[in-house]
């Protein structure tokens, strides 16, 4: 079975890194690289785009929730070395949507579902979540939804 795009787009980036002795960004990228195999490892899959684009949105929000942390302890190192991890991750993702085209989202879904309350987010976050993998925090999106069905 082929590769994926996207996986095969991360591996040019890393035989890139390579190239220009990027350190950083070729950290950055094994990484990715080592957590890709690992889940087909364990799940003894061949990944997909929607899987590797999942992963990734996993590994960005790692990343940000690192951030928080290190910023409440006040360690700018730290600080700074999770955000570098960040901006690479986010080069393989696609463009995040912005908040009016959420919105526009978290409508349809809302009508398409038939949803009129809190017992009937689970169905709205079902639909939006093939749409907006990695080009949405799905923590505020959830956040948006509980206000329009609360």
Do not use: W
Not at 75 to 82: A, G, H, N, Q, S
Not at 92 to 103: C, K, R, S, V, Y
Not at 113 to 128: D, F, H, I, N, W
Request: hydrophobic share 40%.
């Amino acid at each position: 079975m082929a590769d994926c795009p996207l996986k095969i787009q991360i591996k040019d980036a890393q035989k890139a890194a390579m190239r220009a002795k990027d350190k950083a960004r070729l950290q950055t990228v094994r990484s990715i690289m080592a957590e890709l195999k690992r889940v087909e490892v364990d799940e003894r899959i061949e990944l997909d785009d929607a899987r590797v684009l999942a992963i990734l949105d996993k590994m960005q929000k790692q990343r940000r929730d690192s951030i928080a942390q290190f910023e409440s302890a006040g360690r700018e190192d730290l600080i700074e070395v999770e955000k570098n991890e960040l901006e690479v991750i986010k080069t393989f993702l696609p463009a995040q949507l912005t908040d009016d085209e959420i919105d526009q989202l978290i409508a349809e879904a809302i009508n398409q579902t038939g949803a009129s309350s809190m017992k009937e987010m689970g169905q709205v976050m079902g639909a939006l979540k093939p749409k907006l993998q990695g080009r949405a925090d799905m923590g505020s999106v959830s956040k948006r939804i509980k206000a329009r069905l609360g």
